[in-house]
């Protein structure tokens, strides 16, 4: 855990100021195209160089600004990222793989300045104030409802939740007379209160997120000059490595640059992949609307009542002539929601992968991360690194087992920042990227895919929920 904080902590800005003038002004940087030429052939790269100013029209002298970059064909519905090299010194290449045949424009957004990515990722490791968690205690047949999270100040005595193997730990303030085993549900809001001053807020209105960089080179041609450059030969397969950009979107469907699938276009395709499968979907609401997209898609596959209440219970659909079953189960703390769910199930994923016996026929897909943008950094890599060891026990007793790792997705622009924003994200996306690359896991690069399509909705629509699964079907079928 070390050695990734300290490899973020470098690649994190340190800045302060004192003047929002002296900040990176999108509007007032340059974004310009080398060599360019009066047309391009498919598997070209297009570079474009950014010199980055501050409101005040000076030279930026230093880097770490979060930009996102994408070409783009409206028409085509297409999209790919950019990948960007911060020369640390206000001067950026962007760099992008010309996928397909037309014209193509290049958009690079000023999500933060380097100014407001330092004040996030300092304010990120202050505490864990910004959520707070209410538990929901039985005291025979009234409730009782007590304070609980992942540090609590007080001289009360409190109820440890304590996984000892794995040092995952969550408290509530112990209600008098109630015994810790009669905690039952939970819910969380967010606590008025930041960690940024005022000066660093106002980084982050809406009008200052997002914001394009001009440029003046306009639409770019690109022929195929009869290429295969991006076409890939091999089949995905779990252990490939993902590289970024890892695809493109070309008329809505997702095109993976490293691996070569056969799309499961009719009902009786993906029929043929499921079955005798059992899939396992454990983690957020983002691999929950998978489950949901799975149930809509094949009617064949009904949901099992499991006598939960509300979106957070666990979810269970059977195909019985096919023999398929595929089941969603949230993560442990924390999870952010004003609703009540219950803590009666309650597990860290770690341990669920544990209990999974694995086969050729057995898939489990995780995916982590948004739930865990409010907090300290080391929740996020303690849970990641405990479900890291959890999945090499269980490819050494089921080598056979399909683990798929799913990335976050982009969210929206609008969203609390401090909180929830994309940057906490990123964060998270890199050092995920670095804790799994080792394993033979496949990984579903859904960052990048979010980037690819423009979906900033941490839900995305059913055509880019429809491209993931397809990429899941490519590592199992």
Known sequence: MEDILTKLDQQMPSITFRDVKTTTSAKNSKATLLSHKDSYCVGDHLIVRLDLYDHLGKRKRYGGDFLRARVYSPGLKA????QVEDYKNGTYLVNFTLFWEGDVRVSILLIHPSEGVSAMWAARKKGYEKIAF??????GTSEVFTECGFNITTKEELCEYLDERDQEAFYCVKPKHVPCDAFIHLKSNNRPMSYLTPLEKSLFNRSNIGVEIPQTFGNIRVLSCNSTKTTPREKCAVGTSSPVPSGFVWQAQWRPAFCATSRLSTLDQINACLKGKLIYFMGDSTVRQWMEYL???????????????GKLQNLLAVDMARNVQIQWKKHGHPIITAYDYTAKDHSYVARDID???GDRDTAVV???????????MELFLRRMLNVRAAVQ????RSPDTKVIIKAENIREMYIDPERFGDIHGYTQYLALRGIFQHLNVGFIDTW?????CAVNNVHPPEEVVGNQIDMFFAYIC
């Open 393 to 396: 026990r269980l490819l050494l």
């Open 134 to 139: 209410t538990g929901k205690f039985l005291n």
């Open 448 to 452: 990048d895919m979010s980037i690819a």
């Open 295 to 309: 149930t809509r898609r094949v009617s064949t596959l009904k949901f099992f009542d499991l006598h939960g209440i």
């Open 79 to 82: 999209g790919a990222s950019g």
């Open 355 to 357: 209990k999974v016996a």
């Open 366 to 376: 995780i995916s982590l991360g948004q739930h865990f943008r409010p907090f300290p």
